[in-house]
């Protein structure tokens, strides 16, 4: 027990500044069913942001969301965006995306929890060339 208590003691000492938050840890997450709940109030102070590459953008995106691939973040998000206004973040990098819009200077910027997936299961609303496909049916079907 001693050894530990000498090893935090050391470590103490020698740690001389905080360590920096992570831009992707430092933010808030959203379920799928808050801005689900927001969309159908209509409430217009806020944006959501996909940042996947154009092409999955494309076939299948949530409904009024607006593209803002993470290779052109902030610079994309700066001219278009209050500073003040809600951002819902989603796709592969959303973190990641989150964290940079927060560093640009965004106040408040969430990562939502699950992507498209989750918003999907619940029954959000998409649109895209990939958004109402369904399977074909065959001609003995």
Known sequence: MTEIS???????????????TPPDMDGKQAEPNELLERLNWGEPALTIADVRD??????ERITGA????????PQSAEPLLEYNRDIYVYGDNAAQAAGQLRQAGFKSVS??????????????PTEGTEAFSSPKLSANS
């Open 6 to 20: 000498e090893q935090l003691q050391s470590a103490k000492e020698n740690v001389t500044e905080p360590l920096p």
């Open 111 to 124: 990562v939502l929890q699950g992507g498209l997936a989750a918003w999907k299961a619940i029954g959000g």
């Open 66 to 73: 607006v593209p803002m691939p993470m290779d052109q973040l």
């Open 54 to 59: 154009r092409t999955e953008f494309n076939k």
